[in-house]
Nanobody, 123 residues
Framework: QVQLAESGGGLVQAGGTLRLSCAASGRAFSSRNMGWFRRTPGKGREFLAGINWPGTNTFYVDSVKGRFTISRDNAKNTLYLQMNSLKPEDAAVYYC????????????????WGQGTQVTVSS
């Protein structure tokens, strides 16, 4: 089992930046593909980005490509999401998750989840 805890959310102005962290404890973070999702009342849960276990391959959905960067530090058991050029429509609760299935692209299923961190973007 893996325990995940997100941090780094908050209130930011449009155009601003935030860096989310996801601290993992438990079994074998470094051998698991990981992803970031977000949930909004209108769109439900959305897969945003994935990274393979060694950190050599990443994927982004079109809505965040070029603005968000997923990365990981396996020595620190931590996953990151650098978010630049934030837009009001990026406001959501952001979750990290281990990926139980991932095709390397847009199809991903989370297994273990963090509690989420709120991101609010003011216009």
């Amino acid at each position: 089992q893996v325990q995940l805890a997100e941090s780094g959310g908050g209130l930011v102005q449009a155009g601003g930046t935030l860096r989310l962290s996801c601290a993992a404890s438990g079994r074998a973070f470094s051998s698991r593909n990981m992803g970031w999702f977000r949930r909004t009342p209108g769109k439900g849960r959305e897969f945003l980005a994935g990274i393979n276990w060694p950190g050599t391959n990443t994927f982004y959905v079109d809505s965040v490509k070029g603005r968000f960067t997923i990365s990981r530090d396996n020595a620190k058991n931590t996953l990151y999401l650098q978010m630049n050029s934030l837009k009001p429509e990026d406001a959501a609760v952001y979750y990290c998750a281990t990926l139980t299935s991932w095709n390397g692209g847009s199809r991903a299923t989370g297994a273990y989840w963090g509690q989420g961190t709120q991101v609010t973007v003011s216009s």
